[in-house]
Nanobody
Framework: QVQLAESGGGLAQAGGSLRLSCTSSEGATSSTTMAWFRQAPGKEREFVAGFRWNNGREYYADSVKGRFTISRDNTRKTVNLQMNSLKPEDTAEYYC??????????????????WGQGTQVAVSS
């Protein structure tokens, strides 16, 4: 069973920055996608950003494009989410996910088998 461990998060002011990290117990393969989702109270879990190893591309939700950056390290076990220009609406529980979704499913929670425990991000206005 693949384990995902998240770190980072916390409290930031609007306009500030936070960095999340997710480390997998196993290295990514060429078919792996690792992604970040978030869920605010009373809302559905939504896709934030993802990286697909099969094409080396990054994908972002429109709401975070230009503000958030997903990156990975050479171990193929860690992905990071650098969050800049934070807004109060970015407040949510952030989850790391790993799976092998087809491209059309990579923005859906159902496309991922493995999940981290979540880390809280709170942005004050």
């Amino acid at each position: 069973q693949v384990q995902l461990a998240e770190s980072g998060g916390g409290l930031a002011q609007a306009g500030g920055s936070l960095r999340l990290s997710c480390t997998s117990s196993e290295g990514a393969t060429s078919s792996t996608t690792m992604a970040w989702f978030r869920q605010a109270p009373g809302k559905e879990r939504e896709f934030v950003a993802g990286f697909r190893w099969n094409n080396g591309r990054e994908y972002y939700a429109d709401s975070v494009k230009g503000r958030f950056t997903i990156s990975r390290d050479n171990t193929r076990k860690t992905v990071n989410l650098q969050m800049n220009s934070l807004k109060p609406e970015d407040t949510a529980e952030y989850y790391c996910a790993r799976g092998v979704p087809i491209l059309s499913a990579m923005r859906l929670p159902s496309g991922y088998r493995h999940w981290g425990q979540g880390t809280q991000v709170a942005v004050s206005s």
